[in-house]
């Protein structure tokens, strides 16, 4: 079969749209968010979506299936395109933070919820923090640099989560990643 030009954003609205048609409330997370905060300096071929509840057994099968994807492996698969979609079960959290806001895109009558920027930062650093996973903390640092996220939060969150030390790494990097030439913030002295 041949291969679609739709693009992961464009997928990400689909597969949105059909899950709220049958009823199912999700929240986009993961690299997609990274790719979509980013214009796609971080490619990601996975669309990862939590659950806001518990839908009826087999009501996520029929949804996804009647977009032509169908499960394998824990996985839903299109043959029309490499993208690939997981459901997460629920609560939508980023470690013991529940999600509380979400970021909303809109495209003519399709909706998309998905991580904020900073909880998006927050779900990378998860995987850095807890995994030691390298990439993810370069794709925290790319949507910290490319969005406005709200440091405060990142480093009282990555305190609760017993991360302190980590985090030093992470605003070591963010610094550290600053294009050549941009100039550094101005310290303001008080008079």
């Known amino acids: 079969m041949r291969r679609t030009q739709l693009r992961l954003e464009d997928w990400a609205f689909r597969v949105s749209d059909r899950l709220r048609r049958f009823s199912i409330e999700a929240i986009l997370t993961g690299g997609a ?7 796609n300096a971080y490619p990601s071929y ?29 996985r839903f698969i299109h043959p029309e395109t490499e993208y690939f979609v997981e459901i997460l079960p629920p609560p939508p959290s980023v470690g013991e933070d ?10 003519g009558g399709l909706r998309l919820e998905m991580l904020t920027p900073t909880d998006c930062v927050k779900d990378r650093l998860a995987a850095f923090y807890h995994w030691q996973d390298r990439p993810s903390l370069a794709q925290a640092v790319l949507v910290a ?10 480093g009282r969150w990555s ?3 017993g991360m302190a030390e ?18 550094k913030r101005a310290l303001r002295r008080k008079s």
């Not at 605003?171 to 941009?182: D, T, W």
């Open 33 to 39: 968010c990274v790719s979509l905060y980013s214009s």
């Open 46 to 74: 996975d669309l990862d979506f939590v659950l806001r509840g518990h839908p009826e057994p087999g009501r996520i099968r029929k949804a996804m299936e009647s977009l032509g994807f169908r499960l394998d492996s824990g």
């Open 98 to 107: 529940p999600i509380r806001e979400t970021s909303v895109r809109r495209r």
């Open 145 to 154: 640099r490319m969005r406005s996220v709200d440091m405060r939060e990142i």
């Open 159 to 161: 305190r609760a989560e």
């Open 166 to 183: 980590p985090f030093k790494a992470f605003q070591r990097a963010r610094r550290e990643s600053r294009p050549a030439g941009a100039p």
